[in-house]
């Protein structure tokens, strides 16, 4: 991943490129439909494949108090846009600064002269520049001023309606992570680092592995069928909960996955948990006996709705 400042010397790269634009939150299948469209770009016209996205979020910096949490973190975003055939992942540095640039300047500062973009690739929707002025139709005025063309993509639709990170985020804040696989083309994701919990679990004779997750929005609380990714880049089945856990006094919010078949020493590991589906809502049970014999319907259920790994990606 490239990081971009803005006035910090920039200059186009040799290679002409082939950049698509946007904040690409989730990389959902709508992001998708504008990566392939840069690099189907790209091989034509020869040179390299650019996603060119902002960090932070612009939200952060104009709505703070509004800002949505994330639904991939950068390390996430680089793999999936790799994936895809994407060469390049250059992350803008979105401050007041940037948020002033014209339309006219942006075109001119961000794409022609930092990135020399010879193709550009933008959804409908698409704004940028001061106060959002600008649109997909006036990037295309610009782009014929300032040596690139423009494609715009139309929306994804899913169930008659267009994929966009605010419909993951919708499925996510009611559990449906099945919905939200759907949206995105693949399970939803949550990395972190393995830390030291309170060891309740291993004392239950089911030990858990818990996350202290990214900068990443939660799903809604409950417990959820999922794979985990080891160390060694491999999948394993896992039972995880997302919850106070109720029954102990809801001691804070925490993510902990139980890994299936699994022994090892996971702390200070980093961890991928991928969720497949839900279960069942957070529950609180009279005794900790009542918890484990409920977990281990969890597990139980979990074998039977986790299809086989499908190799080493998400």
């Known amino acids: 991943m490239e ?3 803005l006035g910090a010397g920039t ?3 040799g290679v002409r490129s082939a950049v698509a634009v946007g904040n690409f939150d989730g990389v959902h299948r709508g992001h998708q439909a504008l990566v392939a469209a840069a690099v189907a770009g790209a091989r034509a016209k020869g040179g390299a494949a650019v996603l060119l996205t902002f960090d932070p979020h612009p939200a952060r910096v104009l709505r703070p108090a509004a800002a949505p949490r994330a639904l991939t973190t950068l390390a996430q ?4 846009v790799s994936a895809l055939g994407i060469d390049r992942l250059v992350a803008l540095a979105f401050d007041r600064e940037v948020a002033a640039l014209s339309p006219e300047a942006f075109a001119r ?3 022609e002269a930092a990135l020399g973009a010879h193709h550009v690739v933008v959804g409908e929707s698409f704004r940028f520049g001061q106060a959002r002025q600008g649109d997909a139709r006036s990037l295309e005025a610009l782009g014929a001023r300032h ?3 423009v494609q715009v993509v139309p929306p994804v639709l899913q169930g008659g309606r267009p994929v966009s990170s605010s419909r993951v985020r919708e ?6 992570v099945a919905e939200a696989a759907a949206l995105l083309g693949r399970p939803y994701a949550l990395d972190g680092r393995v830390v030291r919990g309170d060891g309740r679990g291993r004392t239950l004779g089911i030990p858990t592995a818990n996350l202290a997750a990214e900068d990443q929005l939660l799903p809604a609380h409950g417990v959820y069928a999922g794979r985990c990714r080891v160390a060694d880049g491999g999948w394993r089945a896992a039972v995880v909960n997302v919850g106070e856990r109720p029954t102990f006094g809801g001691a804070g919010l925490v993510v902990e996955a139980h890994l299936l078949d699994f022994a090892g020493d996971l702390y200070g590991a980093s961890l991928r948990i991928a969720l ?3 279960l069942r809502g957070e529950q609180r049970f009279a005794s900790a006996a009542e918890l484990v014999s409920r977990i281990r319907e969890d597990i139980a259920a979990a074998r039977a709705v986790l299809p086989p790994p499908a190799g080493r990606g998400v």
């Open 3 to 5: 990081r971009l400042q």
């Open 11 to 13: 200059a186009a790269v």
């Open 77 to 80: 975003k680089e793999e999936l």
């Open 109 to 111: 500062e961000v794409l």
């Open 147 to 149: 040596g690139f063309d």
């Open 171 to 176: 499925a996510l804040a009611a559990g449906d």
């Open 276 to 278: 497949v589906a839900r």
